[in-house]
């Protein structure tokens, strides 16, 4: 689901990736207005190894978050502080976060996005492929116990990971209505380690251990661990993460 390659952060869009034979994002002429507008060289997700230093992130383990002004991370966690969802929210807005390991030679998007579209098709679902920042965007309309709701899937293929993250509501319209979400995207960092993975396992995300110790006092007090943070020094409050949806 994702694709690009890195010089300091991100290579420019024609040239050869690092890493991997990744297919290159769409060019800037076959873009919608706003993603050739924001189609700049040096985005992420980075990888750990190529991250911009100064930058205030919640560490999740595998994946480093950004802490930008108007954005709630929230995430669902077992006991032991093992994270299940991680979700971003801004507004009437949500960025769901996932990250997978992928085969050193190739990225995995095309047949992931391939997949995903098929399951959605066979759940009556239409969706459409698009170009996006990153390449190839599937966007689809789907019913939920609130009515319906625009998700827009976007993948980046990295060095031996890939990041899936899911826009729902406004967001998968219209990206200018959240742009501290996708601040966040651009500013993410993955953390693979250097342990072989199978292909698609999903990479270890954990809570810091403040918030791993809240999770536990809720599990604790019986209520299902769900937390939420502001910042990665943030305030934690007891507050329900969005119901988790298809990604």
Known sequence: MFSRQRSGR???????????????PAEAD??????????PVDIGPYDQAEAPAGVARLDLGALLVPAIDGVDL????????????VVLVHGDSALQLGVFA???GEGIWDEVRAEIRKSLFDDGVAAEEEPGVYGTELRARVRTPEGLTDLRFVGVDGPRWMVRGVYQGPAAIDPDTAEP????????????????KPVREPLLLRLPREMADAAAAQAADGAEPSLTATAPSGDLKRKPSPRPRRA
């Open 10 to 24: 991100h290579a420019k869009a024609d040239a050869p990736r690092r890493g991997a034979e990744r297919r290159p």
């Open 30 to 39: 076959d873009l919608p207005p706003e993603a050739a507008a924001q189609s």
């Open 74 to 85: 929230r995430v669902q966690a077992d006991a032991e502080g093992i994270i299940q969802q």
């Open 102 to 104: 992928a085969p050193r």
């Open 181 to 196: 979400l996708v601040e966040c995207l651009h500013g993410l960092v993955v953390a693979r380690g250097p342990e072989a």
